[in-house]
């Protein structure tokens, strides 16, 4: 199974960046699947989880009302749409995935859980 990421790269504060998750290698079904973001120094954070087959989602309280994870199963892909963009979401943004069904709230704080994972793009906001 392999990842790759794209999307990523310089934004101003108050832009739009959308980032994609291509998923290879397995069959594309039923799929719990995330994108976490980290900053050097500190602790690997959740920022929006999908259950692709129940269409159910969580998002970080930080990101709620400015981001959207969607998938298209067609092109198996997973997306993080990210809106009204502030200094503080710069990160590395890595998506990950598990072909098993899970509650999006609960795995938000156990990137243990997901067993596959991207190499990561770096998202930079500059004010």
């Known amino acids: 199974v392999e990842l790759v990421e794209s999307g990523g790269g310089s934004a101003q504060a108050g832009g739009s960046q959308r980032l994609s998750c291509v998923v290879s290698g397995v069959n594309y079904s039923a799929y719990c699947m995330t994108w976490f973001r980290q900053v050097i120094g500190k602790e690997r954070e959740a920022v929006a989880v999908?259950?692709?087959?129940?269409?159910?989602?969580y998002y970080a309280d930080s990101v709620k009302g400015r981001f959207t994870i969607s998938h298209d199963n067609a092109e198996r892909t997973l997306y993080l749409q990210m809106s009204s963009l502030k200094p503080e979401d710069t990160a590395m943004y890595y998506c990950?995935?598990?072909?098993?069904?899970?509650?999006?709230?609960?795995?938000?704080?156990?990137?243990?859980?997901?067993?596959?994972w991207g190499q990561g793009t770096q998202v930079t906001v500059s004010s």
């Open positions: 990950a995935a598990q072909i098993f069904w899970c509650s999006p709230a609960s795995v938000a704080k156990r990137p243990e859980f997901f067993t596959y």
């Open positions: 999908i259950s692709t087959r129940a269409g159910s989602t």
